[in-house]
C-alpha cells in the first residue's frame, strides 16, 4: 500500500538518517561509550539528523511502510559498520595492555574501563586513555562524521552493503592481532630478555634468590620502555586511524 502524503517526504528520510546515526553512536569509540548518558546521545541524533537532513539527498522509492523499516534496519548497519571499522584500533591497543599487564605481573590489578564501566587491567586502562587522547587531538571523530556524511552519496538512502563489504571489515578487523603486537613487542622482547638473565643467574648461581628481585626488575624496566614507546605511539595511531577512514572510503559501496 502506497503512502503517498506530505509528510513523509522528511520524516522518513530523517528518520532513517537518524538510524544511520544511531548505529554509528552505537559503535564509535568515545561518543558510543556506555558512560556518555543515553539522553545525550538522543539529543546529539536529533541534532545531527537535523543538520544532516537539508544535505542530504532525500530521494526514496515511494513504498509501504514494511520497506521503510527494512531501510532502517539497513541504515543502522551502515553506521554500525562505519563505528566498528574505526573501534578496531582501539581494541588492539587494549589487547596490548592486557598482555603487557601479564607480562608485567599485573594482571590481577584492576581498575574500571571509562569506556565501558567494566572492570579491564590498569595497563589496558591507561592504553585506552592513551590512544583516547590521540583519537581526540588529531579530530577522527570529526573525520569520521564527514566520513558519515560523505556515505549518503556512495549509499544513498535505502541502499545496502554488500556482502564483499562484510567480508572486507572481517578481514581488517583481523588487524587487531597485527597492531596489538606491534605495540606491545618492545614489552615482549624486553621482559624476553629478563627472563633469559634471570634463569641464566639462578642457573649460575643456585643459592641467589632471583624470584625475590626478578620481578621488581621485570616492572621498573617493563615501565621504562613502556614509557620509551608511547613516544611512538601518536605517528602509529595516526597511521592506523588514517587506514581506518581509507578503508570507509574504499568499502562503504552499495550492494547488488
Excluded at 45 to 74: C, E, H, N, S
Excluded at 127 to 140: E, M, R, S
Excluded at 203 to 219: D, H, M, N, R, Y
Amino acid at each position: 500500500m502506497l503512502v503517498p502524503t506530505q509528510w513523509i517526504v522528511y520524516v522518513v528520510p530523517g528518520l532513517l538518517i537518524a538510524s544511520r546515526l544511531s548505529g554509528l553512536l552505537i559503535t564509535m569509540p568515545f561518543l558510543g561509550a556506555d558512560t556518555i548518558a543515553p539522553r545525550i546521545k538522543a539529543a546529539l541524533v536529533i541534532a545531527l539528523t537535523l543538520l544532516m537532513l537539508p544535505v542530504v539527498p532525500l530521494a526514496l522509492p515511494r513504498q509501504g511502510p514494511l520497506d521503510w523499516f527494512g531501510y532502517g534496519l539497513t541504515e543502522l548497519t551502515i553506521g554500525a559498520f562505519m563505528g566498528l571499522a574505526v573501534r578496531v584500533i582501539f581494541e588492539a591497543v587494549q589487547l596490548a595492555g592486557d598482555v603487557a599487564s601479564f607480562q608485567l605481573g599485573l594482571s590481577l590489578e584492576t581498575s574500571i574501563d571509562p569506556s565501558s564501566g567494566a572492570s579491564s587491567t590498569v595497563l589496558a586502562t591507561l592504553h585506552y586513555l592513551v590512544v583516547l587522547y590521540v583519537f581526540l587531538q588529531l579530530g577522527v571523530h570529526r573525520w569520521i562524521l564527514l566520513a558519515l556524511l560523505s556515505s549518503f552519496r556512495t549509499l544513498p538512502l535505502g541502499s545496502s552493503l554488500g556482502a564483499p563489504s562484510l567480508h572486507a571489515l572481517l578481514t581488517f578487523a583481523g588487524s587487531l592481532w597485527v597492531w596489538g603486537v606491534e605495540l606491545v613487542l618492545p614489552i615482549l622482547i624486553a621482559t624476553f630478555l629478563i627472563d633469559v638473565t634471570m634463569a641464566f643467574f639462578a642457573k649460575s648461581a643456585p643459592q641467589l634468590p632471583v624470584i625475590f628481585f626478578g620481578i621488581p626488575i621485570t616492572e621498573l624496566v617493563g615501565y621504562g620502555v613502556l614509557m620509551a614507546a608511547m613516544r611512538f605511539w601518536p605517528g602509529i595511531l595516526a597511521g592506523h586511524f588514517q587506514q581506518a577512514l581509507q578503508f570507509l572510503a574504499q568499502h562503504a559501496h552499495p550492494g547488488s
